[in-house]
């Protein structure tokens, strides 16, 4: 059974994301999406094909959608995805979540809706991920983390176990937060940054140790 799907973002993450249907797609498994093509409020964008998906127009394209269709927002900037996905719940659709089929979710870990989490990655047990998370090929996430909504996790991220990641954060290309440390919302941390410490909200930080700068 196939479902209808738009991906709302026509950048390179989008197309990552377009390649993750199609290995969902491959995968012996009863669930499998039917990709109608992006939406971005980018005109230039509009037509595009995009490894063979349309860019059917911007957000105000979903007011002409006379069917159930599912979406996924997948826009690295955290701010800038949880702003889009407020207009998109304007228009009552519901919202796709996207595993990589190599990946083993077992009961002990809680995804939340309009998550994406992309291939080779790992995670462990008893994780709890929020609403409208991304999380970039090849990260790893120990037992008992929480990630919480519109986070978002670039490449080959690592959380040790225990780690608390606050809504609205950014974690860059291969950085770390070392075991039992909490994170508050909004707060960025630069690629390959060592977390060592707690951190507040709405701070960037960046080196290793990692600082607020």
Not at 67 to 75: F, K, N, S
Not at 97 to 102: A, E, K, V
Request: with cysteine; net charge negative.
């Amino acid at each position: 059974m196939s479902k209808d799907l738009i991906i709302v973002g026509a950048g390179g993450f989008g197309r990552e994301a377009s390649q993750l249907v199609e290995d969902i797609n491959a995968a012996e498994q009863a669930e499998r999406w039917n990709l109608l093509g992006f939406i971005d409020d980018d005109k230039t964008k509009w037509g595009q094909n995009l490894r063979g998906y349309i860019v059917l127009g911007g957000l105000d394209f979903l007011q002409q959608v006379d069917r159930e269709v599912l979406v996924i927002a997948v826009i690295g900037d955290p701010v800038a995805k949880k702003r889009i996905i407020e207009r998109i719940k304007r228009h009552s659709l519901n919202f796709a979540t996207l595993i990589h089929p190599d990946l083993a979710v077992t009961k002990e870990i809680k995804v939340g809706q309009g998550t994406l989490i992309n291939k080779g990655c790992l995670l462990t047990v008893n994780i709890e991920i929020g609403d409208h998370v991304s999380i970039n090929p090849g990260c790893c996430i120990g037992h008992d983390a929480v990630i919480g909504d519109y986070t978002t996790l670039m490449w080959r991220v690592n959380l040790s176990g225990n780690t608390k990641i606050g809504n609205g954060c950014s974690l860059g290309t291969g950085s770390t937060v070392l075991q039992g440390l909490k994170v508050e919302d909004g707060t960025t941390i630069g690629a390959g940054s060592v977390v060592t410490t707690d951190l507040p909200g709405n701070c960037t930080v960046v080196g290793v140790p990692a600082r607020i700068v």
